[in-house]
């Protein structure tokens, strides 16, 4: 089975602070995304990377930055947390570029910036 | 632009049938999506169509008219389990799989 694990499943964060997500896929898959998701606004797509130190950005760059320097980790990084960035985020990956091949998601991670 | 409507919530009964819509305009189009979400749980793939017609998977149906922009999924014999969001997605461009989500559909499956 195709296995995307999220570091953290529950974080609360202070104002201002650098916050890490990781998120690690077990099955050589080139392409990785973020997602966050918000109760009337589904999911969103952030950043998603098809390579090794390449990334796109999505529909809501602002505010994250992202790093893939394996092909494996597909890391998101929210440089200076603030309380609109309280939400669920999701990690996916996906197996090459046909169209049809499915993306897998992680469990989550829910953040809370206070 | 792009946007995706899904009806916000809907009930049925154990045992029967229900349909859920998904409408969408978008810049681009390479297939449509469905995933399942129990609730604080990943989405879940459900099911791909990229051309015309209706593509049967067990208790799972999903019908795609990319002239009306149209999309619905069937679930036949409902149980309880079901209850769950639906989200439909759209793949808007070719290579990595860029999907623009729906806000989805919650379904609550009575006895």
């Known amino acids: 089975d195709v296995k995307v694990t999220q570091s953290s499943r529950y974080l609360v964060k202070r104002t201002g602070e650098k916050v890490f997500l990781e998120c690690v896929q077990d099955?050589?898959?080139?392409?990785m995304f973020w997602y966050r998701q918000d109760p009337g606004l589904g999911l969103r797509l952030i950043y998603f990377s098809y390579d090794v130190k390449m990334k796109e950005k999505g529909d809501i760059p602002e505010g994250y930055s992202v790093s893939r320097e394996k092909k494996e980790r597909f890391s998101l990084i929210l440089e200076s947390a603030s309380t609109n960035q309280t939400s669920m985020y999701l990690c996916?990956?996906?197996?090459?570029?046909?169209?049809?091949?499915?993306?897998?998601f992680g469990e989550g991670s829910w953040l809370t910036v206070v | 632009g792009q946007n995706i409507d899904q009806p916000t919530e809907m009930t049925a009964t154990e045992g029967a049938i229900v349909q859920i819509n998904c409408t969408y305009q978008?810049?681009?189009?390479?297939?449509l999506f469905w995933y399942q979400q129990h609730a604080g749980e990943a989405p879940t793939f459900l099911s791909y169509n990229v051309l015309d017609g209706l593509e049967e998977k067990g208790r799972f149906s999903s019908f795609l008219s990319r002239s009306k922009g149209y999309s619905y999924l069937l679930l036949k014999e409902l149980q309880m389990k079901d209850s769950a969001s639906y989200l439909c997605?759209?793949?808007?461009?070719?290579?990595?799989?860029?999907?623009?989500f729906g806000t989805g559909t919650r379904l609550t499956v009575i006895p």
């Open positions: 997605a759209v793949k808007r461009q070719t290579g990595a799989n860029n999907l623009f």
């Open positions: 099955m050589d898959h080139e392409n």
């Open positions: 996916a990956s996906q197996i090459g570029t046909h169209s049809g091949n499915t993306i897998y």
């Open positions: 978008t810049s681009g189009f390479n297939g």
